[in-house]
């Protein structure tokens, strides 16, 4: 099993930029395909990225596409979001997740076996 925790969440203007962490503990990190998912009010839960367990291959959804970069660092047991031209569409909680999968992506919340317990992220206009 393995607990994760975001951080890095906060409120920002139009714009900013923003990185979250996703920091594992309980398992080595390398062991899973991770995800990064949102939520914002009254939405269902939206896939951001996900990275294969090396990392050699990363996914995006539609709406972050060349905005948000997903990387990891299994020697330090995180996941990285990195967030730039943020827009106010981008406020949402933010979930990173773990699968056990082999697979080099995923982009179904189901699939995911384990789960942090999100960070806020606030972008105003």
């Known amino acids: 099993q393995v607990q994760l925790v975001e951080s890095g969440g906060g409120l920002v203007q139009a714009g900013d930029s923003l990185r979250l962490s996703c920091a594992a503990s309980?398992?080595?990190?390398?062991?899973?395909?991770m995800g990064w998912f949102r939520q914002a009010p009254g939405k269902e839960r939206e896939f951001v990225a996900s990275?294969?367990?090396?990392?050699?291959?990363?996914y995006y959804g539609a709406s972050v596409k060349g905005r948000f970069t997903i990387s990891r660092d299994n020697a330090k047991n995180t996941v990285y979001l990195q967030m730039n031209s943020l827009k106010p569409e981008d406020t949402a909680v933010y979930y990173c997740?773990?699968?056990?999968?082999?697979?080099?992506?995923?982009?179904?919340?189901?699939?995911?076996?384990?789960w942090g317990q999100g960070t806020q992220v606030t972008v105003s206009s």
């Open positions: 309980g398992r080595t990190l390398s062991t899973y395909l």
């Open positions: 990275i294969n367990r090396f990392g050699g291959a990363t």
């Open positions: 997740a773990a699968d056990r999968s082999s697979a080099w992506r995923e982009v179904r919340a189901s699939e995911y076996d384990y």
